[in-house]
Structure formats: C-alpha cells, structure tokens
C-alpha cells in the first residue's frame, strides 16, 4: 500500500532558446513545468542561452531538476535527496525557498595541462531548499552552468536537525531524455576501473563507472561524472528503467559510505554537452568546478617523458622480487640512464627496486618497505649517475593495497624519494576491489573499497605528504580522476582504465580501445596509458594490435603531462626513424584541439607544445580503415611549418605482421593547407609540424 | 596494472544429454570444462537428465559454476565468492576438496496451498572448496537439481580463520548464456516492490529484484530468485554488463550488510528451468528447498476469502484516522459483517480500528497502538456480532514502518487478536525502501530496509509471536516470498506488488499488470492482491482497465489462501450475477494446472477445490483480445461437470464502457471436451465446474 502519488511532472521544454539569461520571461513561460504554487522559479541558462536547466518540487514536494539544450530535453525531471543510516531521509516534503543567481566570466592559467589559459564563463543558481515537516531541515543545490555542461552538487549547512550526516546513499536520479548509444565500463567489479568499453544502447548499461558518454538520438553528446571528489565516496550510476540512471556510491568499510559533520558539499554531478564528440573533450567544465592551487608554488612540479624498468616485468621477462631475474638491479638501471640521457628524456621509472616483493604482494603488501631498497639496487649511486647524466629517477611505492602500513611509511617514503633527486612518485594499489586493508585504531583491520571515502581522502593524503618533499605521484589503481589536477598541481597522472600493460597479456586491448579512452577515460584528465611499445609485442612474442603509427599518434592523443616511452632500449634501437617522433613529442601544451572524432571510431587531436611554436597532430582509427582530411587553420598565419609526417605503411594493418609497416615523409606547410590522413586498420598518424 | 589475469572457460556443453546422472563417463567428457589437473569433477544431473551443473575454478582458483538443459549451456561459468568488511575475500586461490552426491525422491503435504501433495525428486551435489592460502577457509556450495530448476546455497562451517562473516557483499554471478527477453521490476528504489513489470531484452535489465523471468533465444524459460530467505539479507541481481548479473544484497543500518557467526548457510539461488511459461509455475522447487513445518499443529490456520473497510479507504471517501470520515466505526463494520455473513464469505477486514492513524503515520507509526480501538470502534461488541453471524474479524497491523515500536507490542497486539476472535491480521509496513526505523539497545535510531536481514529476521519474529496466539499474517510491504510459508505455514499471503489498489489511483495498472504478474511475482508464492473489484472504477469514478469477466478469472488465476472480495457491499449488490463467482470460488486446492500461458500476454489455469470435486478455470490476458481453446482433460473420467461459464460480454473491452459487459452460460461438459475461451481486450473468463 501507499498513501502518496508521485505524479508525472507535465514538462514544456521546447522552445527554451532565448538569449537573455533567467530573467527572460520568454525562457520562464517555454520552459517551465508543472510546480506548486507560491514557489519561486528557478531556472537557470547557459551563457550562449542554449542550455536551460530548472528545479522544482513534484506533487510530494521532491525536488526534481532538468535539463534542455536548444529546447530539447536532454535530462528529464530527476530526484535529488539524500539517504541516511540513522535518520530520515531528505527527500519528500521539501519548498524551494528562494533562489539565488550569479554570473562570473574569469580567466586562469594551468601550470601545465592540454590548454595553457582556461576561461571559466558560467553562471550560477542557488537553490535554498527547506522541509516543511517538523525536521525542517535544509540544503541548497547549486547549479554552475556554461556554455559546455551543467554542474550541481548539494551544499548542507551546519543545522541542528542534522549534526551529523551518516549517509547510506545519494538519490540523486539521471534520467536521459532520449534514447541513444552509451560508452561505458561497469562499476563494483573486482578489477576496479580495468575493463574495456561497451557500446550499447543507453537502455541496455548496467551500473557504469563514470564518465559514461552517450551520443543521444538528436546528436547531443552528453557525458556524466563528477568534478571536485574530496571526502566523499565515488559515484556511480545504477541504471534503473529504461533510460533512466541513480546514483550508487562506493562503499566503504563502515555502516555509512560517507560521513560528514558540520557543514559540507557533494561532489559536483557533471554533464558535459556538446553537439559533437569533440566538444565534449574540449570543456573546461570539469577543472572550472575544482577549487584552484591549494600548493602555492608548484615551480617544482616537473611534467616529462620517461622510461622504465618495467615491460620486461610485465612480460614476465624480468621480476619485481629479488632473485635471478630480478629487474631493478643497478647495472640494468644504468643502461635506462644511459638510453634516457642519450634522447633528452627526463625520467626513469624503476619498479621492483624496493624490500616487500618476494612473497605473494597482489592484496597483500604489508611487506612494503618504501625507504629500502634491495641489495642489487644501490640507490645513492644511481641518483648521483643519474644526476650526471641529466635525468631523474622516478619513484615507485607499490602498496599492494596495505594502505594503512603505506601511510606510516609516508615521511620516510617522500624523504628517500627527494634525497634521490626523484621529482617523480608512481604509486600502485594492486588489491582487487574492496579488499584494501585499512588498520583501525584498535588494530583490527577493514576492507576498504579504492574508491570509498576514506581511500579517496587517502589518496589526497599522498599528494599532500609528497608536496611536503616537492614530490608529484602518479597514481596506478587509483581513484578515478575529477579534476583535482587544478587544486594540487602534483597529481600528474594516473591509470584508471586499461593501459598498455594489457597489450602484454592474453586478451589484449582490441584497435578500438583507445579510441574509446579518447572520449570517454580522457575526459576525466591524464592517463598514464604508458604508450610506444613500437616492438608491437607482449609476452611470448604475442602481437599487439596496433600499428606502429598508432603508437606514435597516441603521444598526441592520450594526454599525459608523464608519459612512457615503454618500450625497451633494445627494442627503440631497431626502429630509430620511428622513435624519433616519440624523442621530440613534448609533454606540456600551450593549446589543443579535437579536429574530428567519433566517439569508438577515429579521433584527430593538435597540439601546440607550450615551450615552441610547433604543432603536434595525433590521429587514431579502430579496426577500420579511414582517410580523414584536416584542414591546418590552427597554424600561425604566414608562418612555414615542416610536416614531420609519421604514418601507416604500404599494407599496414594491426591484423598481420604488416603492422610494423610505417612510412615517414617530410613537406613544407601553412596555415590553411589541408592535409588528407590514411589511416590503416587499427593504424594512427603522429606528425610534428615544426614551425620554421 | 594488474597480475592476476582471468582467463576464459573454454566452455564445452554441447551434447550432455545422457539420461544417467553424474557417474556417467559420457557426461563428463562431454560437459565439462576446463579445470585445474588433480580436482575431482563435480557434475550433477536432474533426475531425468536433461539438467545438468557443473563446478569447477579458473585459473586464479575462482569456483565458477554453470547450468545446462539439453546440452546448451542455459548459466555460463560464474563465479561464487563473499566479500567481508573485515576480512580478505574469499573468491581466489579455491581448490574442490571433495565433491558428494545424493539423490531423494519424497512428497510432502502442503496444509493449504495450490497443491495438496508436493514431490521432491531431486539430486544433491555437495561441493568442498577450500583456499590454499594461508587462511586455508572452506565452504561447501550446495546444489539441488530437479527436473523443473537448480538452486544452490553456500554453506559455511564454523572455522577458525573466519570466527565470524561480517558479509560486505556475496559476489555470486549469474551469466545467462543466451539471449531473450526478461520480464523484470528495478530494485532498491523507494517504493519497494510495487512497480510495473518491464519487459526488454535480457541485456537492458537494470538492476532488477527477483523473481525475475526470461525466455531465453532458444525458448528455454527460466526464473532467478531465492528459496528460504532467513537470517540474511534479500538478494537483488545487477546486471553487469551484456547478459551477465551478480548478486547484490540489501543494505542494512551496519556496516555489513549481513552478519553470521559459528556454521552459516546463505539462501538457495534459485533457477526455475522450464520449456513454457506454464513449467515455470509448476515446479515446487522453491517450497522443496524451504525446511518443513516448524509450528507443529496447524489446524488453526485458515485459509479464506474475506471482505473489508478498506476500498473506500483507498479511494480516498473514508479515511484510516479517527473524525467525519473515519471508516472503521462500529456501524459500518456491521454492515460488511452482514454482508460477509449473506455470502459465506467468513472475513472481515478492517483498517483505522485502532489509535494511532491522526497524523503523517506513513513512514512515521511511531503512534500507532495495536491493541487500543478508536473510540467509534465497539471492538468486543463487534468480535460478539461476528461470532453470532458466523464470521470473524481480520485484524490489521499498520507498523508505518516503526517496527522497533511494533515489536514492543507484540504479545499485547496478538492477544487483542486472538481475543477478538481475529485468525488472520494483515500487517503493513508503509515507509519508503531504506526508512524502516529501527530502535537500538542504546536507544539512538537505525534505518532499515525492508529486505535488509535485521527486516527479514523481523517477518519471522511476527510470524512466531502470532502463532503463540494461533494467528496467521498477510504482510503488506513485506519481504518477498521465498517459500517460508512451508515452514511457517501461518504466512498465508502477502503483498510485495502493484495489486488492487493502484486501480483507486491515477497511474493504474495496464492491462497486462496481471498477466506480468503470473509468470513473475506469482513465482514466489500467494499474493494478496484483493481482486474483485467490479465497479470498476477508483476514486473520482476513474475507469478500471479491466473487464468484469477478468475481475472473477483473477481469483484462480492469483492464488492466495486469504483472497478479498475487494468492493463494497453496496457496488456487489449492482452485479449479484457476477458476483455469484466470488462466493463460490473457493481458495484452497487439491490441484493446480497451467492450461497455456505466454508471459506477459495471457495465462489460463485450472484449479480444482479441495474440499470437493469441482474444477474452477481462470483466464486472462492483455490488452490484446485472444481466443484460446482448452481441453478439459483433467476432469475425472466418466463424470459429468456443470460448466458455468462467466466470460467477457458483446463488445467487451477494458478501454471503453464496455468493460462491463459480461456474459453468462451454463452447459455441461466432461473429460476430453474442448472449449474456447473468447477474451476481450483487457478481458478474462472465469469458469466453475461444478461436479454433478
């Protein structure tokens, strides 16, 4: 039985296209819907006008919020409100009480980052809610909105009806407008981030991690995440019925996933809306809802290329424990100083170079020693030849998921690190989901979740720790990216999905993987994918799906401010003219462009190095072939650029041994030119446009 | 990065037809897949060999299971596995230990039910898993294989590695292996069970609660569910990603979601496996696999039809609270006993007889007095009138969702009960999904989920506290069905489904809401939906999508022991005709047949009564108009049957005023005749054969 009706809300969407902001009472009378009476609208557009959004309450007194983009529902009435373990739920019973409006157009500058200035233009709507019940309890949901996307997060004030927030789940609802195709990955699985992308209907996802992108039935492509996730689980979303999605938050070991006291906010719930694939990457939305540099001077953070003692591990050549194969021993180490050195690459990774490996680590990494090194490894001598030579070792601390035991070992850890001139820290989580050990004050031990509130704060406590030391990490197993780059300059990169590691395995990524990262993993921030494998080959000499081509292209598309070369030395060695491009390709842009792309199909990206005047273009396919034409309007007018072409040979395909077939070409360009990329089947094309 | 990589089954099932069950070489070599060297097989058949099962681990020592009819793989290999909040996983690293089998053949009889006599033919398989980690804990998985259906169960020992199961999530998969379509209802949201049936693909299930139903490409029709639900946490299945699902509990107010300690068993999973939607219905593998009768003598349980103050309720023209409006006074209670008493029917529902209904009780009954009449309600005098008129009050427990609250009144409320002469009480427990208040030992406040294991332990404490006092419940907003009434056979009937009352509102129940009903919630045993409603109309005279005819067929075709006739007396009195089915019909049965059936679009059953040897048909469909022959082939031979026959009139339709046209006919009729029942839109037919 139930006494309340939740009624459909009668939605009027379809001509929300004036230019003029909330006050417009055009926008009021098209777009508005059902509400009760004697409550204030509250209705709030884009810059450009193109995307309105609106809260309401329904005939329960929920509140409800939309979307729509030239008029169009892009998200139909959805629930907000708020679960707790220990009290009732904020979630019927609610008036907006007032509503508030901002507007700010700035300008601020990335230390590093794919764009050197980014414009945050948006505005604001506060929504001030309120129960009319005896609780009467409160919270705002605020609304940034740009020209590009739609954020909104719940702020609770400190109220005496709820001291304390023990939250059991977030009811926030996503409920899409329109059918269409999703690209997502599932959530709560064992292997964390680390599956491949589906392409299904909207209808037919599971519960996805975010961002999960949807190109819907109108062309709008939308992508669902969240920006800013400090102390709070991650999100995912469940979907319900038919298009319709809710979020799940991860939990962790206690009976709330999240506690809060006082006053305190959400995550901000992201859409990125854009026309076009493109679009979607070249928001600013996600770093726009981060607070800025909480560092102060971070002249210390270093982005970079670098090598590593690593392929050979992950092929099963080389060991991470002591013994007769073990990979980070001294000499080895030197002959990636040397490689390194010799191509002006500033970093070599060395894993395995610590005490904890030798027993069974994976879930289990309470052997971890992070100031230690083994005996094969003689850490100071290392850092003295690599100083000499010009580059920088970069740290490893693998945790195997012990993370308490790594916490006590933080100060010796960063210390070891920045006495070894190492500017650089990988850190690693290998546990599978949910099984991370959490030592509580009593001794006794939980199971946390990598992406629950307490390892989300955990891995803000790394950054912070190693910022003490003039540290930046790289995080593998991490927690999934929401722009937090912005607010501690040191997180440069992480995994999150499945990167080059897999190509060294059984079941390897298939040509349309990274195309799939380009608009759906890339949307979040930098990934370590750790490319340039031009040898093409795993473990057992198995082939990797790429061509070589598209090996280089992918230096250009996946962004990374650390990116691998992560090949070997000997293997770089048999392909000098290809790795060229890898030796010049920068890490840190003064400005990017998405040329074309389709979300799972092909993507073309410039970039323009932020220390010169050259261009870089990367382009990618899937397993199709594709001649995609480029039009270079991004160039300096009346200047000459060399096109250092780098693409797929006569034959080449990631299906055969013709993989390996790359050809290089040099011509003099402008402004204008346009140029024509043949794209092999699961090929690519790298070209430096050297401005001469 | 990861380690460990899972590889896949290279799944071989392609001809496991031998009709010899498990020792059988041809089965094994056919059947199985790949496993570790040195494990035992552990493959066990139905008794009549088309069913088989298979355990085996991967190559991380994950225990995967499968199911296969005919030979084609129904259940892909899926994992088994427990994640804890304080304790490692167990899911890696298995090896089977030993493997036993059993085999039984037995019936039993049900005091009341569909059946009277229930066979249990069924194979048992008994696998052994234990880590070769250090911790070195073991499980058994348990499997129970009839002809009709598999259900298995993990059954824990007391071990000294896991002294107790602080259970985060069970991380049982299942993987359906072919396509089809699935008729399912979305979990965790906050109206609980009550919404309508999806039917999509397999692949477009969100995250669904159980049953439920798919028919696969191959015309294999199967049901996910769970058998004898005790002392743990309900089971909703999420879909992961294409046709795959896993299991996810119900959250409870601590941190794990379900809390054992010493020798633990889960629930059985459960498969229904059939060739026909009918197959599905028929099997008894769900009461097989609950423990017999736990109460001793049941003579005192009643089943029975019953009339109540309720309808009005619903409408909105009497109210549950206390003044102008209050339904349950003394006067109108009189009239329904009169009613009740002209017509056998021998209960009398009667909600708002008590204290606590004034203010916003729903989700808030913390006023609620259980064993306190309203003032205009002469308890005594109304037990004395009923006595006299040979009929007995049904009494009605409306928690509001305070069931801490309710507990602290149980001896008392059932004492009222059983003093008043009331057999049954039906409970209620109106608070959205997750608001269930539960008060702790310290007196601070949990909230519970309906299907949370502290919930599910709580239907069973109202279980044994009535049947101290020899009362049998109907719980509204309850637990699903999971065939405890074997055990508890005082659980006459529940909820847990849109029923009657959402035909008072707006948003009513299509047409195809009962025939989705058949083949999905009706899996899990009696419903209390409270047909009969043949005014047919709601509040504010809103049309019922219904005919009359459908109203009388939905008594055979719903099963429940405890079946309203859910108008007034006054809108019975304008249809004395129809409602002569009513009284007639009985609720308790020797035997039930599915006739035909498709899910989702028609059903036929026949029913025959146990306390003669009358048949009674039932048949419904969509709103589609159908005719279907059936052949009487289950009458007793040589015996001649009055058919009368109550079907859907000239013109009839649910969508127009027609709904109220019926016909009426009466003929006779014997084994091996065939008849056609000619449906309408919307429409049924309900037939009595009366043995002459």
Redesign the interface.
């Known amino acids: 039985?139930?006494?309340?009706?939740?009624?459909?809300l009668g939605l009027i969407a379809s001509a929300a296209q004036a230019q003029n902001g909330p006050a417009d009472p055009a926008v009021n009378e098209t777009f508005k819907f059902a509400k009760p009476a004697g409550q204030p609208d509250a209705i709030e557009t884009s810059p450009d006008g193109q995307i309105t959004v609106q809260v309401s309450t329904d005939n329960d007194g929920r509140a409800v919020y939309m979307i729509a983009r030239n008029g169009k529902a892009i998200v139909e009435p959805s629930r907000l409100g708020m679960?707790?373990?220990?009290?009732?739920?904020i979630?019927r019973g609610l008036k907006i009480e007032s509503v508030a409006h901002a507007k700010s157009d700035t300008s601020w500058t990335q230390p590093w980052g794919e764009w050197r200035t980014i414009r945050d233009n948006h505005r604001e709507m506060r929504v001030r809610l309120m129960e009319s019940?005896a609780l009467h309890r409160r919270y705002d949901v605020v609304f940034r909105v740009q020209d590009d996307g739609v954020g909104f997060r719940y702020e609770f004030p400190e109220q005496q009806a709820l001291p304390h927030a023990n939250i059991?789940?977030e009811?926030t609802e996503f409920n899409i407008a329109q059918g269409g195709t999703a690209w997502w990955k599932?959530a709560?699985?064992?292997?964390r981030e680390?599956y491949l992308y589906?392409r299904?209907?909207i209808?037919?996802v599971?519960?996805a991690a975010t961002p999960i992108t949807m190109k819907l039935d109108d062309g709008t492509h939308i992508a669902i995440h969240e920006a800013a996730l400090v102390d709070y689980a991650s999100m995912a979303v469940?979907?319900?019925?038919?298009n319709s999605f809710?979020a799940v938050l991860t939990?962790g070991?206690?009976?709330p996933k999240v506690v809060k006291t006082g006053a305190w906010t959400t995550p901000w719930r992201t859409f990125l809306i854009a026309p076009d694939a493109g679009g979607l990457y070249m928001s600013h939305l996600m770093l726009n809802l981060n607070e800025p540099n909480t560092l102060g001077d971070v002249s210390w953070v270093k982005p970079g290329k670098f090598v590593g003692v690593w392929w050979k591990m992950?092929k099963g050549e080389w060991s991470w424990a002591r013994g007769p194969r073990h990979g980070a021993t001294t000499a080895n180490v030197k002959t990636y100083i040397d490689f390194a050195s010799k191509y002006g690459i500033p970093g070599v990774l060395v894993e395995g170079w610590n005490i904890g490996w030798d027993g069974?680590w994976?879930?289990n990494g309470s052997a971890m020693q992070f100031a230690t090194p083994a005996e094969d490894f003689d850490a100071d001598a290392l850092a003295k030849y690599a100083k000499s030579k010009g580059v920088s070792l970069i740290g490893h601390h693998e945790t195997g998921g012990a993370v308490s035991h790594y916490e006590s070992q933080f100060d010796p850890a960063f210390k070891f690190a920045a006495d070894h001139g190492e500017h650089v820290v990988k850190t690693?989580y290998?546990a599978?989901a949910?099984?991370i050990e959490r030592v509580n004050a009593d001794g006794?031990?939980?199971?946390e979740w990598h992406e629950g509130q307490w390892m989300v704060n955990h891995y803000l406590r790394v950054l912070q720790a190693a910022a003490k030391y003039k540290v930046s990490i790289d995080s593998?197993?991490p927690v999934k990216d929401t722009g937090l780059r912005r607010t501690y300059p040191n997180w440069l990169a992480r995994?999150g999905s499945r990167?080059m590691?897999y190509n060294a395995?059984?079941?390897k990524n298939p040509p349309e993987h990274e195309v799939n990262l380009a608009f759906t993993r890339m949307l979040e921030g930098p990934m370590d994918f750790t490319p340039g494998v031009l040898s093409l080959t795993g473990s057992d000499n198995s082939p990797i799906q790429s061509t070589i081509a598209k090996q280089l292209a992918l230096y250009v598309v996946l962004y990374s401010p650390v990116q691998m070369a992560a090949d070997t030395p000997e293997n770089y060695a048999k392909y000098p003219q290809a790795f060229r491009f890898i030796a010049d390709v920068p890490v840190d842009w003064e400005d990017s462009r998405v040329l074309n792309g389709e979300v799972g199909d092909y993507v073309t990206f410039a970039r323009r190095d932020r220390k010169s005047r050259d261009w870089y273009v990367g382009s990618i396919t899937d397993e199709n072939a594709r001649d995609l034409t480029v039009t270079l309007d991004f160039l300096e007018p009346g200047k000459v650029y060399e096109a250092q072409v780098y693409k797929d040979g006569p034959g080449a395909t990631y299906a055969t041994e013709a993989r390996h077939s790359i050809a290089f070409e040099t011509k003099r360009v402008k402004r204008g030119d346009a140029l024509t990329l043949s794209l092999a089947p699961g090929g690519g094309q790298a070209i430096r446009l050297k401005a001469l």
Chains 1, 2 share one sequence.
């Open positions: 039985m139930k006494t309340t009706i939740a009624l459909g679960m707790f373990t220990d009290a009732p739920k979630e019940s059991a789940e009811l599932p709560f699985l064992w292997n680390e589906n299904t209907p209808n037919a599971g519960t469940m979907k319900t019925e038919g809710k939990p070991s206690g009976a992950i069974d994976a879930g690693g290998v599978d949910g099984q006794s031990v939980s199971r593998h197993e995994e990167g590691e395995w059984p079941g």
